[in-house]
């Protein structure tokens, strides 16, 4: 399955949830009360196909409600679908589970107030369900507040000492040769998942932190949460990947590569990629070979890192020049 599909559904009580999905994994959260089990038993309602339930439905893919019972046997049956899930399933946070999602051709619709880290979610896709009468919508949890950068704005204009980066390879060698001539320190966290951990440990000292963020969205709530706490030394820049940064950049010149960047989804097959990431990777690898700019995710061409080059790159992240 690829692209963005609407999902409109009512039922006879004229309580309706109109939303569009866009990747294969949406997480939606919220407090008891909120809407989550409504929605989700008006799909299981739909599924049934009881005259009583009066639910109507209008989505151009199936749209089906994964239950507890035999979740295995029941999910491979379901292909090209819309599985909604509750956050009451058992199975939801269990690796069983997430290796079944991944490489799925489906899309999924998560119900949960905790992160699922089994699972490579973007922060772009975890959402809220806002109220309006009968009327439901889903609005993002995260909104990007300049260009790439997530959270609180920052309260001073300070230059930041670190950059630190869940990337250890090609992402961590960019920005020592960008940044180390301006006295910034480059680190690693040694992937997202140690982020929080190290924010924790170096608590004070001012930092820049740059992530992946189509696959950031199990530690969004603790990193950014975080920053909140600490906004005059803690930012948050979450760009799909690095290769998408790369590729966001312009420096290819590469009428494909724009193409894809303007609407990722009518490209991207989750039976082929687990994640965005993986496939910008990949997309970058195809689209650069044979050329200065071939793509090795452990070594770093050095066409990337050219003074002028590299600016484009940094740009990507200081002028907002996204999606």
Known sequence: MKGQHEVYVRNRRKVAFRFTLKRNITVVRGNSGTGK???????????????????NLTCDKPCVALTDHDWQHQLSGFHDSIVFVDEGAGYLSSEDFASAVRYSDNYYVLFTRVPLHQLPYSVD???????????????????????????????????????????SKSGLQFFEARLSREGVACL????????????????????????DGAAFGPEAKRVLALQEQHPQSIRICLPESFEWLLMKSGVLHDA????????????????????????????????????????????LSDAWTVEHNADKVMGAIAHGNVR
């Open 256 to 299: 494909h590569v724009e193409e894809v960047l303007e609407d990722p989804a009518r490209f991207i097959e989750p039976s082929e990629y687990s994640s965005w990431e993986q496939f910008f990777t990949t997309l970058l690898r195809q689209r650069t070979q044979g050329t200065p700019f071939e793509y090795d995710k452990q070594k």
């Open 125 to 167: 896709e975890i959402y809220h369900i806002k109220t309006s009468g009968k009327y439901h919508t889903l609005v993002p949890a995260y909104r990007q507040r300049r260009g790439l950068v997530y959270g609180v704005s920052s309260r001073s204009r300070a230059p930041y000492a670190i950059l630190l980066t869940e990337d």
């Open 188 to 211: 690693t966290s040694s992937g997202r998942s140690g982020i929080y951990k190290w924010l924790k440990e170096h608590a004070g000292q001012r930092v820049f932190v740059v992530a």
């Open 37 to 55: 089990t409504t929605l989700y038993d008006m799909i299981a309602a739909h599924m049934r196909n009881n005259a009583g339930d009066a639910v």
